[in-house]
């Protein structure tokens, strides 16, 4: 890879002394930037400093392309940062996510995010056999830190959370990188083992994406239409998600 673009996604509120998160984020660059010594561009993006979806928002997610807030001096501000996100999604090749688990669970902000980036047509949409992730060719890599709760246990629904949305976005290449019960020197272990920005075993195919029970209803110019008219998924998933493991 000649030129990397990295989002670093961070959504502990503490500082980089207290925070656990932040502090394996940053060693985890520093290997990053050591399999890919060229060029490099990262963005840092605070969670913290997000708005929660508003009205604006939810009127206009039906069909963003339609709405775009480039030049619209009116445009609400979650639905700008909404744009924003999207397109720095859009213009990476690697995402990197610190994730503090909070009662089994990631930050509101953090949530809040992810919101604002789950946009159809512009980090996911839908085909006739179900969604389709739009954001396809990119690494994930997930920082989680807990106190006392091992990492991808039955009750750690942060984790499996953010796997599901990142395989709905089409990243199926996803590493996490374990930080549970203060280990940090064993999160900082596997980092050192990370040898390739893609995993070369894991192929670019479409992610695993939740089995659904009917198609998506189409509207007249034959583009899915998965949204009704609350603006809501029109299906529901019926399967677990299923991604590749580490």
Known sequence: MSHSRIVVVQSSPRNDTLSVTRQVVQKLLEKLAKLSPNDKHILNRECAELPYVDKEFTEKITNPCKHNPNGDKVASKAWTLSWECCEELIQSDIIV????IYNFSIPACLKSWIDLCTVIKRTYSFDESGPLGLLQGKSAFL???SGGMEIGCAYDFGTRYLRHILTLWGIAHITVIDVSQGQVER??????KITSLVPPTAPMVKAHLPTYNHKPAMIH????????????????PTDMLAVPEE
């Not at 996510?97 to 503090?100: A, F, L, Q, R, S």
């Not at 110019?221 to 529901?236: R, V, Y």
């Open 97 to 100: 996510i610190g994730v503090p």
């Open 143 to 145: 920082v989680v830190a």
């Open 187 to 192: 999160a900082l272990q596997q980092i050192e």
């Open 221 to 236: 110019n034959s583009e899915p239409n998965p949204l009704n008219k609350d603006g809501l998924p029109s299906t529901e």
